[in-house]
């Protein structure tokens, strides 16, 4: 049995790059530990949509998709008072991208792939590519060897082919983050309601505040069809896996019970829950392609960790799609440079300035209290008119938290040039 | 005329399948004929003689332990009077005939009965399905054969009539089945207790490290006044309780008042066979394990610290 | 030895769910091959690999809609076939979908007789979904062959015959019995193989073949269904979920102790 091109693993990156190469008239192997395609990836809230498009043109019609987002909001708990800045877009035109629940959409991916002629094998983990005289020339699975001119490694973020491969320096496990998420069930017309949605709308939101005692993170809330995803995301470094665990379980709870977040929550039945180590961010460390072989997706270290959410997909897909135009095009090697110099490559570039702004650790401690002390002091007619206007109250409450006016307004500018 | 033919390896369980085939057909029955496998003197007639059973089948060549010698008396009655309903117990020799008298009969058939309904001449069963998620309720068609699970009715009881009211009728042995020869056959050595009548069953799971430990199981069902039963994995797999059965969906149903589950994951094979009990106990050191959000009171602890502490207070304060 | 392998695709149960007082949303739960029926496509397997011959697994869908169904049993098929059976015959038609277990073991049947001769057919003890039990009994009556369940062994000697090691009530029994003959197997009989990545692809090159009733002769089950569904729901299981937290193992069981005189119960 032979194959001109292998694949590993079935997430996004990988169901990407077998589908493109059937296209593109090759024979494909992809193969999924998994028992079927997206069993093993729970997480993931929404997705960036402009790869999938590049891919798939039609899937509005056909993916498995929850909502589209047309509604941003940035929210800071305080104690039991709250301050939401919400972004809202015109109908549709938004291209915020979409909510999904990733079992569903995976197994569809994947499905997509197999109707172009790529056999897929779940079920079965690969235990290390074949490499011979610096060249990867396949797989082992068990007890068996599956030899192709082309492999591609999607494993996600683990990245241990890739890094057997050659292609990744060792795993360092330096800045251990660790992401908890529930996914709550509610009637579909519960959901537009609480969040002020009309049909088939989606809104996705993110929150800091002191319910992660100080610990870098904070929480997020998507709406998806008739669930609600919810979880906190925290930087534990200085934890063991087990106890950021722990950890992370106890700030998720916090949050849930904070006024405002339970009040989108009320009602909702655990349907599923998960916990997951977040990939950091690895851009620019792994190699992209090397002698018969590529990784993409998360393997390539294309995942972008913004504090409190990660995203991947899309560069997951898109990564995908290019290894196999590459591969088809029979110059494998050409990959990278079409991964550095496309929307890929370029986003990337401009995440440092991001990632920085996210490690003030005043994000998580002072802002929240100062955003919702100010804010709720400006409406607050219980006291006496002093003639202090929004900016006096700001100033006295950052006093208070002991943050200096000039500080302030430059992480401001830091915020708006990393967004 | 409605007849039903009631059999079960144990003469208790007769009683309550008398109880059922009046259930099942609305009170309107015509006649219970039950069927007594093995010798059958005065004493055994009496009881079941006064609760108003019609004819009472006395097949003495037949071994109520032995499914096939079972088989072959039912079916010998089955063929000459067919019955409207067969009301068996659903353990394994029920279970093992239920299938092929329906077929024989053309008509339907359900194990794993918990409960029955009859309005308007149809009958409905309820029976768990879905690994204990759902009770379905199922429309069955006459002829039906309906394994019940034990414990489920009330014994019937000595109605009016004085004793002896019932026919005595001899089955006449229609000859092996030559097909199907038992070589081999020893009995079991039983624990003696049977968990499906049992107030307090004190479950032992996975949780054990060692055989030996199961001491602390025996000793704490001994400080409640109750049995030691097991999931599965320790009567199949491991074979720590020689002649126990297992509870859960492919073994036993319990009901008691208090079952206190040690080391017990609480997968759903096993849940369903004791979601019956009134008050669960769990002891576990997983607060994650699906015992803990089945059960009434969960102690999050190892158990080889919370027994011997639980013993000992059980213990003083008597 | 030719061997028939009953398969059936089971609702996961596991991933099903139930609302207490609803329907549990059996639609959106997928199937699978039920656990126990590994067991006995492995028993097949390994009969076939002693003493030569053949596996063919059978499998009537019996939960709809058929079109999702219909790809979760080319799924399963192909797991089934990858741990060596040779050939799968699958019974896929609206009107078998939901019927009862007695429409269950003709179809069963009439499939074995269209592509059999068979020596032996080899079923689980019961289906994780529903655990009835019933459909070897009533396929071994349908077609006139004894029937041995609850199998912890299986030993094929000469002449014709299989031995059958199994525990029934207080009694552990060795049965002999003639072929051919139905016998249905416990999860302890053996191990399922894993397929490995080599076996599962060299499955997908195995025939599998999809019958409807009316390839088999067989009308629907129309109205001599012996047994309709009319509802399931979800039971309310109402459990007090208190977790007893303490400083010492003496303070919870003091405190359990307590907690369990005060309902009653002791
Ligand atoms: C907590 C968290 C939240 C996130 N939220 C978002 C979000 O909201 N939006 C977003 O865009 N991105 C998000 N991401 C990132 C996104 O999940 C990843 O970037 C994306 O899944 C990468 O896709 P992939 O195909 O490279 O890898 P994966 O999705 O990880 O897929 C890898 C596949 O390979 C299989 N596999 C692994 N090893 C083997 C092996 N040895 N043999 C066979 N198969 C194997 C796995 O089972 C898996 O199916 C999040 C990530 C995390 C961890
Ligand atoms: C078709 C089918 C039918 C089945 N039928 C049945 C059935 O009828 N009955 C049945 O029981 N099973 C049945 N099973 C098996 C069932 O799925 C489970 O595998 C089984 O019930 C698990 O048994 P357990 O809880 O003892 O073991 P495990 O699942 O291994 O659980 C052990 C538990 O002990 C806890 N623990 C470990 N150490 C300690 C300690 N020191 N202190 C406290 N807690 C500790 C662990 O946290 C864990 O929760 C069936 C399976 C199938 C597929």
């Known amino acids: ?419 | 005329m409605t007849r039903a033919l009631v059999f079960s390896p144990d003469d208790d369980r007769c009683l309550e399948l008398i109880s059922a085939a009046s259930v099942a057909t609305g009170g309107g029955l015509d006649g219970v004929d039950l069927l007594l496998a093995g010798p059958a003197g005065e004493e055994r007639l009496r009881t079941p003689s006064s609760t108003g059973v019609g004819r009472i089948v006395v097949a003495e060549w037949s071994d109520p332990t032995d499914a096939f010698s079972v088989d072959r008396a039912l079916r010998a009655w089955i063929g000459r009077e067919r019955p409207d309903y067969v009301l068996l117990t659903s353990d394994r020799i029920g279970r093992q005939v239920a299938g092929g008298l329906a077929q024989l009969l053309g008509g339907g058939a359900s194990t794993e009965v918990v409960g029955l309904e009859s309005a308007g001449g149809s009958l409905t069963v309820k029976r768990m399905v879905l690994g204990g998620k759902g009770i379905a309720s199922e429309e069955v068609d006459t002829p039906a054969v309906l394994a019940i699970q034990p414990g489920r009715f009330p014994p019937a009881e000595a109605s009016g009539t004085a004793g002896g009211a019932a026919e005595v009728v001899r089955l006449e042995d229609p000859g092996a089945d030559h097909r199907v020869r038992i070589v081999e056959r020893r009995p079991r050595e039983r624990s003696g207790v049977r968990l499906e009548d049992a107030e307090v069953v004190v479950v032992a799971g996975r949780g054990f490290e060692r055989r030996e430990d199961l001491r602390l199981a025996f000793e704490l069902a001994e400080a409640l006044g109750g049995a030691v039963g097991a999931t599965r994995p320790l009567v199949a797999d491991l074979g720590w309780l020689p002649g126990s059965d297992w509870i859960g969906i492919s073994g036993v149903r319990i009901s008691p008042r208090l079952m206190v589950a040690v080391g017990v994951s609480g997968q759903m094979q096993f849940l369903a066979g004791a979601l019956d009990s009134k008050v669960i106990v769990a002891v576990n050191k997983d607060p994650n394990a699906p015992i803990v959000g089945a059960s009434d009171y969960a102690v999050v602890a190892d158990l080889y610290e919370f027994l011997p502490a639980l013993i000992e207070v059980l213990r003083g304060g008597r | ?266």
């Open chain 1, 1 to 419: 049995m032979s194959f001109d091109a292998v694949v590993v693993g079935a997430g996004p990156a990988g169901s990407a790059a077998a589908l493109q190469m059937a296209r593109r008239g090759m024979s494909v192997l992809l193969v999924e530990r998994g028992e079927r395609p997206g069993t093993k990836n729970v997480f993931g809230g929404r997705m960036y949509s402009w790869a999938l498009e590049k891919l798939v043109p039609g899937f509005r019609g056909e993916a498995p998709l929850e909502r589209e987002v047309t509604r941003e909001v940035l929210g800071f708990l305080w104690r039991d008072s709250w301050v939401e800045f919400q972004v809202g877009r015109g109908e549709r035109a938004a291209g915020q991208g979409y909510t999904l629940l990733r079992p569903r959409f995976d197994s569809w991916l994947a499905e997509v792939a197999e109707g172009e002629g790529v056999t897929l094998v779940s079920g079965i983990r690969v235990d290390a590519p074949v490499v011979e005289g610096g060249r990867v020339t396949g797989i082992a699975a068990g007890p068996d060897r599956i030899a192709a001119p082309v492999t591609i490694l999607a494993e996600g973020a683990l990245g241990l082919l890739a890094e057997a491969a050659g292609l990744r320096p060792p795993t360092r496990a330096r800045d251990f983050a660790v992401g908890v998420k529930e996914v709550l069930e509610l009637p579909e017309e519960k959901i537009e309601d609480r969040f002020g949605l009309s049909s088939g709308e989606g809104s996705a939101q993110l929150y800091l505040g002191d319910f992660t005692g100080g610990i870098p993170g904070g929480g997020f809330v998507y709406t998806n069809r008739d669930t609600i995803s919810v979880g906190v995301t925290l930087r534990l470094g200085a934890y063991s896996a087990g106890e950021a665990r722990a950890r992370t379980w106890e700030v998720l709870e916090r949050f849930k019970s904070h006024p405002r977040i339970a009040s989108y929550l009320r009602g909702g039945r655990l349907v599923e829950y998960s916990a997951h180590s977040l990939p950091e961010t690895q851009y620019g460390r792994v190699r992209a392609a090397g002698p018969g072989v590529a990784a993409v997706g998360d393997a390539a270290g294309l995942a972008a960790n913004l504090g409190i959410t990660v995203r991947g997909m899309d560069f997951a897909l898109e990564s995908g799609r290019l290894a196999a135009e590459a591969a088809a095009s029979g110059d494998l090697l050409s990959y990278p440079r079409a991964l550095r110099e496309g929307p890929v490559g370029r986003t990337f570039e401009r995440f440092g300035a991001a990632a920085r702004f996210m490690e003030n650790p005043r994000l998580y401690s002072s802002y929240p209290r100062v955003i919702v002390a100010a804010a709720s002091r400006s409406f607050d007619v219980r006291e006496e008119v002093r003639g202090e206007g929004l900016i006096g109250i700001a100033r006295s409450e950052l006093g208070a938290a002991g943050v200096s006016t000039v500080r302030a307004l430059l992480d401001v500018l830091a915020a708006a040039r990393s967004m």
């Open chain 3, 1 to 266: 030895m030719d061997v028939a392998a009953l398969v059936k695709l089971a609702l996961d149960v596991e991933g099903l769910r139930a609302e207490p007082g609803e329907a549990p949303r059996v639609d959106q739960a997928p199937t699978k091959v039920s656990e126990i029926d590994l067991n006995a496509v492995e028993e097949a397997v390994s009969i076939r690999e002693r003493v030569g011959g053949s596996v063919t697994a059978f499998s009537v869908l019996n939960w709809g809609p058929l079109s999702r169904r219909m790809r979760e049993a080319r799924e399963a098929a192909k797991r089934v076939l990858a741990m060596g059976a040779d050939r799968f015959v699958l019974v896929a038609d609206e009107a078998a979908v939901g019927a009862d277990t007695g429409f269950t073991a003709a179809a069963l049947a009439a499939a074995l007789r269209a592509r059999g001769p068979f020596d032996l057919v080899l079923a689980g003890e019961g289906t994780e979904d529903s655990f009835g039990g019933l459909v070897p009994g009533r396929l071994a009556q349908e077609l006139g062959w004894p029937y041995v369940p609850y199998a912890d062994g299986v030993e094929v000697g000469g002449g014709g015959s299989v031995r059958v090691r199994r525990a029934v009530g207080d009694f552990e029994e060795v049965v002999e019995v003639d072929l051919p003959a139905v016998i249905s197997v416990t999860q302890e009989i053996n191990k399922p193989r894993i397929p490995t990545l080599m076996q599962i692809l060299q499955a997908g090159k195995k025939p599998l073949e999809v019958l409807s009733l009316s390839d088999l002769g067989l009308p629907g089950p129309g109205a001599g269904r012996g047994v309709r569904v009319s509802s399931v729901v979800s039971p309310r299981v109402e459990r007090r979920g208190v977790v007893i937290e303490a400083e010492s193992p003496r303070e919870a069981a003091e405190r359990l102790v307590e907690e369990l005189r005060r309902a009653g119960v002791i």
